[in-house]
């Protein structure tokens, strides 16, 4: 049934110890084995790209398991049905899941990301990202650690990323005066200009203690981190009393393996400043998505949060897109079509 379509597939032959490479990855071709009963056949239209896939290559224990070593790299992924030999799922059908860095794939709707149907009226791409985790992650780590009122002041680091983006604009839609930390002077007026931010801070150019020092002395309530490092400790020093401080990421750590990322030196301000510090994994919240994804797409049906896709053409660039991540080369959504 399906032998005569040629798969290419993105394999992991080694581990990176510092920056991922294209080296740690063989581009692999061959044909599709048949159609057992009980599976169908996707073909991959977009591929995800998240800071953690770098997490799922090292060897550790993590709260989900490493990718191993000859497997298909994984990714979250959308596509289309066009052979089935399971009775949920029609030729057609547009689906999101764990399909990975490759063209085409087989699945009998089970692993480790459950396989969901697109619904027709939204863009394809969209649950890859603002209808899905990301915009999940910026929902819910913003709303109920963060727990910004009116009148706040928000500061995101990662600002200009779908995460950062979008938990910014979620700040901005309740009333908070919103800083944004990105890095370049393009992403920085993006946020201000498009976006509404009321300021930005352009990390690779201008020193951030100075600039939160004259934006929010002591001042912020609300600091959504995706970043860790020298901008958490910058962030900390210019808390407001009672301020959360939400742990989404620290993305300036590489998620390496060789070397753990440096603690924040100035943690003791959380007991000046009698202020909380926490971390969340989006899928703590699984059984509240619906109504958190309705809302979502009530605000960018609305208007009320833009989005921004980063799109790279062809499966040949799926390791270099996940590298520029941590390099800032994407400029929202980092998406592969294929
Ligand atoms: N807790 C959870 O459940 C959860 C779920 C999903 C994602 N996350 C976290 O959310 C964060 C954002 O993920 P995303 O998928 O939305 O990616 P993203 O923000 O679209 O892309 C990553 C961005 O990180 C910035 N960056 C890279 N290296 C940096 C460094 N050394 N210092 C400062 N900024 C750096 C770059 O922007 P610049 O050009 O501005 O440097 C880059 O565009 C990540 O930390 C990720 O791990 C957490």
Redesign the pocket.
């Given at each position: 049934m399906t032998t005569d379509i040629i798969n290419r597939r993105w394999v992991l032959t080694s581990r990176p110890q510092t920056t991922v490479s294209p080296r740690n990855f063989e581009l692999q071709q061959s044909p599709l084995p048949d159609l057992r009963e009980g599976e169908f056949l996707v073909r991959n239209h977009y591929l995800s790209?998240?800071?953690?896939q770098r997490g799922w290559l090292n060897d550790v224990p993590s709260y989900i398991p490493p990718v191993a070593i000859g497997e298909v790299m994984r990714s979250m992924a959308v596509g289309e049905v066009i052979a089935s030999r399971h009775s949920d799922y029609q030729v057609g059908d547009r689906l999101q899941g764990g399909f990975g860095w490759q063209e085409y794939a087989i699945s009998d709707g089970r692993g480790l990301f459950p396989v969901t149907r697109i619904a027709a009226n939204i863009p394809m791409s969209y649950p890859l990202h603002i209808y899905g985790?990301?915009g999940l992650?910026a929902y819910f780590?913003l709303l109920e650690l963060g727990r910004p009122r009116a009148g706040d002041t928000v500061v995101i680091?990662?600002?200009?990323?779908?995460?950062?983006s979008t938990a910014g604009q979620i700040a901005k839609l309740l009333g908070c005066r919103v800083i944004g930390?990105?890095?370049?002077q393009a992403?920085c007026q993006w946020l201000t200009d498009e976006l509404g931010f009321d300021a930005a801070i352009d990390?690779?150019s201008e020193s951030v203690d100075q600039r939160l020092n004259s934006l929010c002395k002591n001042a912020i309530n609300v600091f959504y981190d995706?970043?860790g490092?020298p901008?958490l400790d910058a962030a900390l020093v210019n808390l407001a009393n009672h301020a959360r401080v939400v742990l989404?990421?620290?993305?300036?750590s590489?998620?390496q393996a060789s070397e753990l990322p440096p603690g924040p030196k100035n943690y003791m301000q959380l007991v000046i400043r009698r202020s909380r510090m926490e971390?969340?994994?989006?899928?703590d919240y699984v059984d509240r998505y619906g109504p958190a994804i309705e809302q979502l797409q009530a605000w960018v049906e609305a208007g009320q949060i833009k989005v921004k896709e980063h799109i790279v053409e062809g499966i040949e660039h799926c390791p270099s897109a996940l590298a520029g991540?941590?390099?800032?080369?994407?400029?929202?959504?980092?998406l592969v079509k294929i």
């Open positions: 790209f998240e800071p953690a985790l990301t992650t780590g680091s990662g600002a200009a990323g779908a995460t950062g930390i990105a890095g370049g992403k990390y690779k995706n970043v490092g901008i989404c990421g620290g993305i300036a590489g998620y971390g969340f994994i989006v899928l991540l941590f390099a800032g080369a994407n400029f929202g959504k980092q």
